[in-house]
DNA sequence: CGGAATCCAAGATGATACTG
DNA sequence: CAGTATCATCTTGGATTCCG
């Protein structure tokens, strides 16, 4: 590929650390790239919801799998969740700065489906 | 669809669509966003392979899981699958020009976290 | 309302053995 | 080499119930 340490570093900067077994990056992208982080970040790149508000937009999702995933994507620091003390319980959520970085990415790879779904759709049914 | 409303069709066709528990994108989404699939994805990128190679670089992706992850693709029209009738059997796996498009975007989102995996490790331990 | 806890069904994943 | 088949297991996901 090329030469000593310079060069092997420049590539494992550009990428290729995903491919690596050990490296924590694929812990990270284990979760954004779960069943419902996707959605909860594209969803949150409107703004702030509420629980209940997540549920309705996300659809199909359970109470638990929602709670579940948001506490993930809490723990990774994309996620700020803010509870007021006041009864009926009031919780919002919206995206960190570091929040919005990767919710621009995710966007990025679902309105690219999106644009080519005519395409994908296409090219399944030829192979039918 | 209904034809009279016009601002509706443009808010769809800007974005949200995976939001609809319906839309076929949400079923694309899946198979891209899967555990494997990223990387499978992310690894081609980088040009054609074997399916031995593929498992190398992967690294810890069964037989199974990656046969079961090419063929998914495969039927997405995001892999091409070419074999040479030789013995011992010999299979090369490159993407498509689909492919390549959304393997962009998943390496936008792997690249992404790898370049800010320091700043989201310092988050995770902020809260512990 | 926003969850936590529990139980249960279903699917994902893996190890192994086998085949063309 | 590139899978397939089988079985065992582990994780997901959902429904339900209860609580602050």
């Not at 009864?87 to 309105?111: A, F, K, M, N, W």
Request: net charge positive; with cysteine.
């Amino acid at each position: 590929m090329s030469g000593k340490n310079t060069g092997k570093l420049a590539e494992i900067m550009r990428r290729g650390e995903v491919l690596s077994t050990e490296c924590p990056s694929r812990e990270i992208l284990k979760h954004v790239t779960s069943q419902w982080g996707v959605l909860v970040l594209v969803a949150l790149m409107e703004g702030t919801h509420r629980f209940s508000e997540l549920r309705r937009k996300i659809g199909r999702v359970s109470e638990k799998m929602l709670a579940q995933t948001l506490q993930q994507l809490e723990r990774d620091g994309f996620i700020r969740r803010v509870s007021y003390p006041v009864v009926p319980p009031h919780v919002e959520y919206s995206l960190t700065p570091l929040g919005d970085g990767i919710g621009r990415q995710v966007e990025g790879l679902t309105d690219w489906i999106e644009i080519n779904l005519p395409k994908i759709i296409e090219a399944q049914q030829m192979q039918a």
